[in-house]
């Protein structure tokens, strides 16, 4: 076995200048861009200065300015990845969070919320073919998530799926919350299940979607109004990583993993240690103690195996800078399912210090774990090529002295 280690980050980000996208937007869509690019930008400047603190991030964007055009510069972030020792990467919407994001809101957050649902179609196919341009070019180390805005319908989120695999791209990305939509135990969404499994696309939900104005209120409050919200930034990150789990919960007991057994889905930067442990023991506490239930009904017989069963066949973890307390618990979040992702180019993420994190964060951990939440986890559940990577791996990636 080679000294060096096959790196995979499963949560990368890339997205255009928003403008930019304009080439991959359809024409009779344009007149409806020009008005709401800059209408976007001034709600993400503020929400930047609300919620990202501006400040911060301007600070540590100033001197690797250039290094960020990685988001949507193919040399450049080949370059990244290079220094990074990641030899293939997971690439989701949204580059450099509030410059970077798919046109009428397609982007990370995907919310049906105050959205037209032929325009949100729009901006998520713009970014799917710019994406698609951009992991041609090395297929085999550019895997991009595309953008699936399923709620609004099943029939066209099933062609999507389709043109998606079509175009090289066999990872989606859908909306984390419903609104008023119906949630995804309803049956009506088996067809968009169905082709992900027949098609061996990988269903992704990532970290951030809530009901932001429940935390922040209506819009962006001024200076002046955050004294009407304290705590407000407290309650959202004590809270956010809920609902990011929340889907899981209404799929596994809706029976959505009985009925497609091949289907994979991936929860990406939504902690480990803090959620997964307890609310697997929930569910299966619920499960095997039905009995205590029981004046509810029957709530399980649909299904032939414990909720943990299902999260452990069919179910990965984007362990996004994954910190040591959460490796420690590896046996009880499942150590075949971790998954290390960079979180580039986001200020909270490794880059550019990754090598240090590498040193610090693995030290001491038994080879064999280290190797495969750093990538041989995610070679396996996205079928990645390995014999190519071990290649780029040799050339590029962090050697085994990190486990010293």
Not at 216 to 221: D, I, L, S, V
């Amino acid at each position: 076995m080679s000294d060096k280690l096959l790196v995979v980050s499963t949560d990368c980000h890339a997205g255009l200048p928003i403008a930019d996208y304009k080439p991959y937007v359809e024409s009779k869509y344009h007149d409806m861009l020009d008005m709401a690019v800059p209408i976007t930008i001034d709600m993400l400047e503020k929400s930047e200065s609300m919620f990202l603190i501006k400040e911060i991030n301007d600070a540590w964007r100033e001197p690797i300015e250039q290094e960020l055009t990685g988001a949507w510069k193919y040399d450049e972030r080949a370059r990244m990845l290079a220094s990074d020792g990641i030899a293939a990467e997971i690439i989701f919407p949204d580059g450099i969070t509030e410059k970077n994001t798919p046109p009428f809101g397609a982007g990370l957050g995907l919310s049906p919320r105050d959205m037209v649902p032929e325009l949100q179609w729009a901006g998520a196919m713009a970014h799917n073919r710019w994406l698609a341009e951009l992991c041609a070019n090395d297929p085999a180390r550019h895997i991009g998530v595309a953008s699936i805005p399923l709620l609004w319908d099943v029939d066209q989120a099933v062609e999507a799926v389709r043109w998606c695999v079509d175009n090289g791209l066999r990872a989606v990305m859908i909306p984390t919350m419903w609104g008023e939509h119906d949630a995804y135990h309803h049956v009506k969404y088996d067809p968009f299940w169905e082709v992900c499994q027949d098609l061996g696309v990988i269903v992704h939900f990532h970290s951030g979607p809530a009901p932001h104005p429940e935390y922040f209120g209506k819009g962006f409050p001024a200076e002046d109004q955050r004294s009407e919200l304290p705590g407000a930034m407290g309650v959202y990150v004590s809270e956010v990583m809920w609902w990011l789990y929340r889907p899981l919960t209404f799929m596994i007991w809706g029976g959505v993993f009985e009925r497609f057994p091949r289907l994979k889905v991936m929860i990406v930067e939504g902690g480990t240690m803090f959620m997964l442990p307890s609310w697997l023991r929930l569910m299966d506490f619920q499960y095997h103690e039905g009995e205590i239930s029981a004046k509810l009904g029957d709530f399980k017989s649909h299904l032939s195996m414990a909720p943990s069963e299902y999260y452990r066949r069919n179910v990965g973890i984007g362990a996004s800078c994954v910190r040591r307390d959460d490796l420690d618990e590896r046996a009880a979040i499942g150590p075949s399912q971790i998954m290390w992702g960079s979180d580039f180019p986001h200020p909270e993420g490794t880059w550019p210090n990754t090598h240090a994190y590498y040193r610090e964060t693995f030290s001491g951990l038994p080879e064999v774990d280290g190797r495969n939440i750093l990538g041989e986890n995610a070679v396996a559940f996205y079928g990645l090529d390995r014999d190519r990577l071990q290649q780029v791996a040799d050339d590029i990636g962090p050697d085994t002295s990190i486990f010293n």
